[in-house]
């Protein structure tokens, strides 16, 4: 099956959730989470959740874990800096299961055409968690923008397809049929 056959086969909608890390922001101020809520909307996906949890290793962790019995996709923003508070990554890189650097990898480098040698301060992560998948991304809503425009949008269904595609007969009831 190419690439053409798996995006055919990809479900249309799928289930996600959206979790803002930060110690000051309020729905009311969460300019990256009211974003990527809207573009999952716009793009035709259901949105089951959305949360904003302080910079607290156990707090980001149990949010995870909450969406990933209900969303196939959790989009995470914030926490991923360098400084003492930021825990996100170590948080989400305990819970990968198949780690995908590329995503990192990429949006890093789509972020050093528009921020210069600053992208390397960004430890965007993502991959694939038990129960869903998982993309952990900077706080700024550029940062926001940048994954879903240039990463996220065109490949969500894809990705949830080939999450599901061997997944064990538990979570494939959970499968694309159960998202359209």
Do not use: C
């Not at 959730?17 to 573009?39: M, P």
């Not at 793009?43 to 290793?57: K, L, N, S, T, W």
């Not at 909450?66 to 969303?71: E, I, M, T």
């Not at 990968?96 to 040698?117: C, H, I, N, Q």
């Amino acid at each position: 099956m190419g690439r053409e056959e798996h995006v055919s086969a990809s479900p249309e909608r799928v289930r996600a959730a959206v979790l803002t890390i930060s110690d000051t922001r309020t729905s009311e101020t969460d300019k990256s989470g009211r974003y990527l809520q809207d573009a999952l909307s716009s793009a035709g996906h259901d949105v089951v959740g959305y949360r904003i949890v302080p910079d607290e290793a156990d707090e980001i962790r149990a949010a995870f874990h909450d969406f990933s019995r209900v969303a196939q996709v959790v989009i995470s923003s914030g926490g991923t800096g360098i400084t003492g508070r930021d825990v996100t990554v170590p948080v989400v890189e305990s819970l990968l299961r198949k780690p995908m650097p590329g995503f990192g990898e990429l949006f890093r480098m789509l972020s050093y055409a528009e921020v210069g040698g600053a992208a390397m301060l960004s430890r965007a992560v993502g991959g694939l968690a038990d129960g869903a998948l998982i993309f952990a991304l900077p706080g700024s809503l550029n940062a926001a923008q940048t994954a879903w425009d240039k990463l996220l949008k065109d490949e969500l269904g894809h990705l949830v397809f080939e999450m599901l595609r061997h997944a064990p007969s538990e979570r494939a009831s959970n499968g694309p049929g159960n998202a359209s």
